[in-house]
């Protein structure tokens, strides 16, 4: 007799294209080729090691059995303190749940708001695992398009009746734009209109260069509506130790801690002291890294755009480039890939928006990026 199935929600569940395309570039590497990895974002910077000293020391004093569910309260009061520096909202500890990466902070917040059958707004081009999680949290995904704008009339040609939610990130993932303030009004204008939850993505917000940063959870409506998702993952090089946050207006924290409570219990607490540490590094760390991308970013950006059927403009923020190319963008990335053994993303991967583009994470080393942009210029489009 066959096996019984497997459940819907997994059948209908695309895999993530970036994790695929990691699988993938492991696998070239593997065979003995030498792909540069422009995929991924994973940022090649090492955890700084006075941070990973303070996961070995919390370890060996024993940090090494279950902690609190909602997470380890000094690391909760120094993201409190971070959140009144960079956004001016005084949240309380108590009110801020610490997850496994920001991505568990979005799967999270979508648990704690969302009923079967709504429907959640998702701007597009955006990150690939928004609509996923929307599904596993038993929601409607609902794309919109909005290439570089944020387009009130598309979202409110997307409403009905079963619109709950509306997930915004910024700077994007994969553009490198940052909302400006006008747009951040303009949000919490027409969540506030409908009634909608905003889910505020801002993990790339340390990676911001000059742009000015507007957050909706510091408008006085903005603040009750919006659940903030960010991780340590991309601002200090800890992708891998799976260590993100979710701020969320007063009284919600206490339902969407049974989520932790009954699936992961907590967060490592040595995990958690790494945290604490990387906050108090901020202020000498995340100049350093800002100003590392944002060399990498005008280096690439000016190679770039010398090439024909590439343009591109700088971006706000980060370490993507969403360069416009003239062609059919997935078979530009396989032909990078099997041809150039560059590694990039076609921009359909992000949403439908984002054809005619390209995803490039400047996540590697520089020798290795000089090498890909010098392919990139001899081979041309
Ligand atoms: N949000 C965006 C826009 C991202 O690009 C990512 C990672 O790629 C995340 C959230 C989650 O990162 P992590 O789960 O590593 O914190």
């Not at 006075?50 to 024993?62: D, F, N, P, T, Y």
């Not at 770039?304 to 360069?323: K, R």
């Amino acid at each position: 007799m066959a096996a019984p199935a497997v459940a819907g929600r997994f059948q209908s569940l695309k895999p993530s294209a970036t994790v695929e395309m990691s699988e993938r570039v492991r696998q070239a590497r593997a065979q003995g080729r030498e792909v540069i990895a422009m995929n991924s974002g994973d940022p090649n910077l090492d955890t700084d090691p006075r941070i990973i000293e303070a996961a070995h020391r919390a370890m060996l004093s024993g940090a090494t059995h279950y902690g609190s569910s909602i997470g380890e309260r000094p690391l909760r009061e120094a993201i409190a303190r971070r959140e009144l520096q960079r956004s001016e909202v005084a949240y309380d500890p108590e009110d801020i749940i610490v997850t496994p990466g920001g991505k568990f902070a979005l799967l999270s917040a979508l648990m704690g708001i969302i009923e079967p059958g709504d429907e959640v707004l998702i701007p597009q081009p955006g990150w690939v695992s928004y609509g996923p999680c929307v599904r596993l949290a038993g929601g409607e995904a609902v794309p919109v398009r909005m290439l570089d704008t944020f387009d009130v009339d598309a979202i409110n040609a997307a409403l009905t009746p079963a619109t709950r939610a509306i997930i915004v990130n910024s700077p994007v993932n994969p553009t490198g734009r940052v909302l400006t303030p006008a747009e951040i009004e303009a949000l919490v204008a027409v969540a506030e209109k409908h009634n909608l939850w905003i889910i505020y993505d801002q993990v790339y917000t340390d990676l911001v260069y000059d742009a000015t940063v507007a957050f909706p959870q510091a408008t006085a409506s903005g603040y009750a509506r919006t659940l903030v998702v960010d991780s340590l993952s991309k601002s200090f090089g800890m992708t891998g130790w799976r260590l993100g946050f979710l701020a969320m207006p007063p009284g919600l924290a206490k339902f969407v801690v049974k989520f932790i409570q009954h699936s992961i219990y907590c967060v490592p607490p040595f995990i958690q002291a790494a945290g604490s540490r990387a906050l108090e590094l901020a202020p000498e760390l995340l100049p350093r890294y800002r100003a590392l991308f944002n060399e990498r970013v005008l280096r690439a950006t000016a190679a770039l755009n010398g090439v024909d059927g590439v343009s591109i403009t700088v971006p706000d923020a980060g370490f993507f480039l969403f360069p416009k190319v003239d062609g059919d963008e997935v078979s530009i990335a396989r032909a990078w890939l099997e041809q150039l053994n560059i590694a990039v993303l076609p921009g359909t991967a992000f949403g439908n928006a984002g054809a005619g583009h390209l995803r490039m994470s400047l996540s590697c080393p520089e020798a290795d990026l000089e090498v890909a942009l010098q392919r990139i210029a001899d081979a041309g489009i």
